[in-house]
């Protein structure tokens, strides 16, 4: 007999205060001044009587590192009585979220850890799982999948690789009414700029509104793609919180209209997880001296096209990541930088044929396509920003091109093949696991 599905799921505002620095730029200047919009944590518990199934946490944040990862599952998996490791931790990737939730996230950057934030946050967090308990009940699953270009795309070239899907399980209680949607795309939140002060969830947070006033208010809970080499740089049309609420508005649109289409696939319990490691070298940094006639090199040119187009044109704020990865290589050149090998957490959900795969990386638009094509599972998902945060995985390509990614992440060009090849490994074990 099928297992029947039973979900809880909670929506609750984690927004801090206004004056704590704000992370993801490291071209702004200032701290918070107030809030636009909401930060939002979005909790969603798909278990079955029988199984604790998982819960995912997901954040209006920059990013979750280790530390934060291991704070909130402890706290959220106590609170609800299941297994810290069943419990998955989810960042959207805003750029006008707290820098101090997590503080450094890269050996080449400022940053500051705050406890009085995180303590503040895992408190607001852990009150809203307390709560999921004495709202579980049965839910009917059903899967949506569709694709949009007006929200991202590749970020250095309008025909790059770009993943324009998004993949939508809609949850509706047994007399139908919505109960939560788990919805994923792959794009920077990054519409507003570094001149933006206001905490802000950027475009899942319109997103997420919209959807409510669409389809009934359910909790809707937005998980990140591999967006490492994808935003709306040549889509957007502005970079207020007028853009904002457009591309939010035409992905909550896709999503709608696919919800009302009659394509969507039934999918039952019980609902499976599996957890692995994969060990990934450090790379070697280049020499201070050579690194710092990268940084020269790539700021004369920002300079040129700035001259030649002026702010915010593609051509200018490609020069200037460039510029600011090489500034970050010369850092780690001139402080200490992690040795050894990284342990890189990699997870597979799965509800029937739908897999979500976890990694901790930006990984780029080619690497989760790669992964997706060779996924044994009929809808693949591939989510990054989760369970920590190890910052960019660039491609081959990335790496050729000489792009900000390639000179600010921590992996050799060796490491995509790598995790692709675990990726797919574990997915393939994890089909021929027990049902």
Known sequence: MTAALLLAAQDVRITPGPGHPLGGYLARDGVATGTHDDLEASLIWLSTEDDPGVLWVALDALAVDAGLTRTLADAVGTAVGIDPERVLVCASHTHSGPEGWTGP?????PGRRDAGLVGRMAETVTGAA???RACRGRVRARWHAGSTE?????RYRPDGPHDTSFGVLELRRDDGSP??????YASHPTVLGPDNLTWSADWPGATRRELASLIGQPVSAFLQGAAGDASSRFVRRGR???EVRTLGGHLATSIARTLAAASATAETGPVRLSRSALHLPYREVPSLEDSLELRQSAEREWQRELA???EDHPAVRIAQTRYEGCAMLASMAATDRPTGCAEVPVSVVTLGEIAWLHTPFELFASLGLRIRRGSPF???RVIGYTDGYLGYLPDADGHRGGVYESYV???GPDAADELVAHCLKLLRAHQAGPT
Do not use: E, I, M, Q
């Open 308 to 310: 030649h187009h002026g």
């Open 130 to 132: 307390l709560r999921l």
């Open 409 to 411: 992440t921590l992996f």
């Open 105 to 109: 996230l890269h050996p080449g950057l």
């Open 378 to 380: 009929r809808h693949t």
């Open 179 to 184: 109960a939560a949607l788990l919805f994923d």
């Open 240 to 242: 207020d919180h007028d």
């Open 150 to 154: 007006a929200v991202g795309g590749n």
